[in-house]
């Protein structure tokens, strides 16, 4: 175990963006798999694997875009007091997490083949309710985020914490409640 730990710190450090692609691929696939498995009790041979691969590609894809933001954030300054890491959290969550959060449900709707009337609707179901709830979880994980966890480490800690968020994001990004899908 020391030796994956290793080799993931390693990895982190040296090569940051390329770690996070990975790191927040895989997790948004094992999320879109918890969602269909747990939230959508589908059976193992209902899973649908494509979904599960493009929910994967969007977390690919923002990854990267994820560890420039927080060199960003880092710009506002890097001491820890309650002015700088105030700061950072009220740009993250007033920036970047409408944005996130937008870019997610629409890219798995256009992923899934939706024409913008229905992406629309989904969005104008959903998104409100989505953001809001973000608004109860992130800012005390940026918090830790911003004052105890090391720069390298701090879009890992997003994804763990994302493994039960992008489950709900994945449910959501469907249709949530009002889903008609299988």
Not at 4 to 26: A, D, H
Not at 60 to 89: E, N, Q
Not at 90 to 116: H, K, Y
Request: charge should be positive; proline fraction near 5%.
């Amino acid at each position: 175990m020391a030796a994956i730990i290793n080799f993931y710190r390693s990895c982190s450090q040296k090569y940051p963006i390329r770690t996070n692609l990975v790191q927040t691929g895989i997790m948004f696939g094992l999320s879109d798999l918890i969602a269909q498995s747990t939230v959508e009790n589908r059976k193992p041979e209902d899973i649908d694997w494509l979904r599960t691969v493009r929910y994967a590609s969007i977390g690919c894809a923002l990854g990267p875009s994820l560890t420039m933001w927080y060199r960003t954030l880092d710009r506002l300054g890097t001491k820890i007091t309650v002015p700088i890491v105030t700061k950072k959290i009220l740009v993250d969550q007033l920036a970047a997490s409408p944005i996130i959060t937008g870019s997610i449900m629409t890219m798995s709707r256009v992923f899934s083949g939706d024409e913008w009337p229905q992406i629309q609707k989904k969005l104008e179901d959903n998104y409100v309710k989505v953001l809001l709830t973000s608004y109860t979880i992130w800012p005390a994980v940026q918090v830790l985020n911003f004052t105890i966890i090391p720069q390298h480490y701090r879009v890992l800690t997003v994804q763990i914490v994302s493994l039960a968020w992008n489950t709900y994001l994945s449910f959501m990004s469907v249709g949530g409640e009002k889903s008609q899908e299988p």
